[in-house]
């Protein structure tokens, strides 16, 4: 066989913003929904860039009838004057990648969106884009198709369409169906977003109007308490236990806000922010929270005498137990881990909120003492349970009839290299039987369940701990779980990285789906937020021409697609369950990593997400009716 030759010639040079096109992935984070919708938020957080800068105090995000997006903020405006490349200021903040005005800290104190990406990737990602900007008492105009300019620049500045006294930057772009799976946006998920950024920017007013027929809306996002606001809102509902704790101060030209409210549930929602961006995984600003506030507790407890002498110190989870907090710093330069900006790697910043929470939140505790004891009653309640519940975790899931080698259902694979190694959790023994002998022993586990799992959103902790399946599933998994009362999950040991549900492409298959989703989403998010868990997609059909290759489709489309197409007669088979599969076609179908077809399960809003489980899940019929009644048109339903 010819060797490949690696030489100049293999060197590809992508232009301009064709990169983006070639991978929109490494920029957006996927063309899904989530993709989608973070083409609004690229440019929404520009617009907020302006408000952090002092120069904006009113945004406009409209839903447009044609399926479009339009933001408009009341800033300076994108620049639109003459570029020492000899265009228009506006034009290479458009068009070209890493242009824009946030890579020194003069024109932008703190910014959210660093690597000059944001305007210029969501240009690229649009079958159009039309750009006004009001600036120097003149509307100007520009407008793109697929990342390229089609309109001619006078003298290399852009043309005007009038004469304005405001100031700002419109923009309207519509997403393109060549790169996304889908290009209508998710309204839900942009309003939480756009209330979101109204805690976080109490100066700030965000007018939200949908124009899609059916959906017509306007809501105004104006929030004067801030953060205040947002922890009474996520405790909303709930009993707490004192009013909300507020401090703020800058250190080393990084600001630091935080909000705290207990509440007497055992649960801890710490919500991280950085200049305005959600840091779903958390960080380095909350490292420093956690550990500070861990402290003070125990040395409050040890000095009220709540704690003695011999009595161990209150674990970092005791402290948080029934806390609801938001952190959210301002940073002049930080460093995230990726381009989605998902978590916080500044170092400086665990400092920051370190000392900033040491000094102000002792000056509270010092002034509010009954304040004090009612958290470190929280506390003391979690140790309490914790100290049971260990025993009881002990009793339930290490002795050996309960382990999974003895049990006989799990069928574990030969390799201890977690990254290589994923678990199928296979709906059905006969499905189960079959994944067992098809499946590549070395790398491949398969766990069968029976049937409809425990439904925990509506079951007590002892109810969930005493589950058969459940106890196997975190026993398989062997990073324990987090159920409240004391964090003993550890992700580091866990001992696959793709954990795999397959089901039947059902009715059934999807609500045991959602019910194995609801389990690790409750007691073991982090596996979700990492990216660890996935849903096979099993085919729907095989079709067998008269002439020709045997084909597998996966859903009613991609048969309509084949019935186009092809032009001979053909039979077709329908799979009802995996137990229809034989070995053979369960690996070359589902198994296969070469031909499988794997969905990532992600989470777009952790605040959303809750809200939506807990009422989707849980026992309160009505708001699950008005939400099925609003969705229905959304639902894809290939059963």
């Not at 309109?151 to 790169?179: A, C, Q």
């Not at 849903?535 to 059909?541: D, G, S």
Request: proline content about 3%; hydrophobic content about 35%; aromatic content about 8%.
């Amino acid at each position: 066989m010819a060797k490949t030759q690696y030489n100049a010639d293999s060197i590809t040079v992508l232009e301009g913003l064709e990169a983006v096109r070639k991978r929109p992935g490494m920029y957006i984070g996927g063309v899904g929904t989530k993709g989608l919708n973070h083409l609004i938020y690229e440019i929404v957080d520009n617009a907020v860039d302006e408000h952090l800068a002092g120069y904006c105090s009113q945004i406009w995000v409209t839903l447009e009838a044609d399926g479009s997006c339009t933001v408009r903020d009341s800033g300076r405006g994108i620049p639109v004057e003459m570029h020492k490349k000899g265009v228009s200021a506006e034009r290479i903040v458009l068009s070209t990648l890493h242009a824009g005005g946030k890579f020194d800290n003069d024109a932008y104190k703190t910014s959210g969106g660093l690597h000059g990406v944001g305007s210029s990737v969501v240009n690229a990602l649009s079958a159009r884009m039309d750009v006004k900007v009001y600036k120097n008492g003149y509307i100007h105009h520009d407008a793109y198709e697929r990342g390229i300019p089609v309109i001619s620049l006078e003298n290399g500045l852009l043309p005007t369409l009038g004469r304005t006294k405001e100031t700002g930057t419109e923009i309207n772009f519509l997403p393109d169906g060549e790169i996304f799976e889908k290009t209508r946006f998710k309204a839900d998920w942009l309003k939480s977003r756009l209330h979101e950024t109204s805690y976080l920017n109490p100066g700030l007013t965000i007018f939200y109007a949908n124009r899609r027929p059916g959906e017509e809306e306007e809501v105004v996002y104006h929030e004067p308490e801030g953060i205040i606001s947002y922890v009474k809102e996520i405790n909303n509902g709930k009993n707490a236990v004192h009013e909300p704790i507020y401090f703020k101060s800058e250190i080393d030209k990084i600001e630091v806000e935080v909000a705290i409210q207990f509440v007497d549930t055992f649960e801890e929602n710490i919500l991280g922010f950085c200049n305005n961006i959600f840091t779903q995984e958390g960080g380095t600003h909350l490292v420093g929270f956690k550990t500070r506030f861990t402290q003070l507790i125990n040395s409050y407890a040890r000095e009220l005498g709540i704690l003695k002498e011999k009595d161990p110190n209150f674990t970092g989870a005791d402290t948080r137990n029934g806390m609801t907090a938001i952190v959210a710093v301002k940073h002049p330069d930080p460093i995230f881990e990726g381009q989605t900006k998902t978590k916080l790697a500044s170092a400086d910043a665990t400092k920051a909120v370190f000392t900033v929470t040491g000094d102000l939140l002792q000056h509270y505790f010092d002034r509010n003492v009954e304040v004090l004891k009612s958290v470190i009653a929280c506390a003391e309640k979690s140790a309490k349970i914790r100290k049971a519940e260990e025993k009881a975790k002990t009793n339930m899931l290490t002795k050996s009839r309960f382990s999974f080698d003895s049990n006989g259902k799990l069928a574990n694979c030969e390799s201890r290299d977690a990254e290589k190694c994923e678990i199928f959790i296979v709906e059905g023994d006969s499905a189960g039987g079959s994944a067992k002998t098809a499946r590549n022993r070395m790398y491949q586990a398969i766990l069968p369940i029976r049937g409809k799992i425990l439904n925990v959103e509506k079951a007590s902790m002892d109810k969930v701990l005493a589950n058969a399946e459940i106890k196997t599933m975190i026993n398989a998994f062997g990073c324990g779980f987090s159920e409240g009362y004391g964090n003993d999950f550890d992700i580091s040991r866990l001992r696959y990285h793709k954990i795999i549900l397959m089901t039947d492409a059902d009715v059934d298959g999807s609500h045991i789906d959602t019910l194995l989703l609801t389990v690790l989403y409750r007691f073991m998010p982090e596996l979700i937020y990492n990216g660890h868990v996935f849903i096979a997609m099993p085919p729907l059909y095989k079709v067998i021409p008269s002439r020709g290759q045997e084909q597998y489709l996966y859903d009613d489309k991609e048969l309509e697609r084949y019935r186009k197409t092809h032009t001979g007669e053909f039979r077709l088979q329908r799979y009802k369950g995996l137990g229809e599969m034989d070995p053979e076609q369960l690996w070359e179908t589902t198994l296969d990593p070469e031909h499988r077809v794997l969905k990532r399960v992600e989470i777009e809003d952790a605040r959303m997400a809750s809200e939506v489980t807990e009422m989707l899940m849980g026992s309160d019929v009505p708001p699950r009716r008005k939400f099925i009644y609003d969705h229905a048109e959304e639902a894809e339903i290939d059963a």
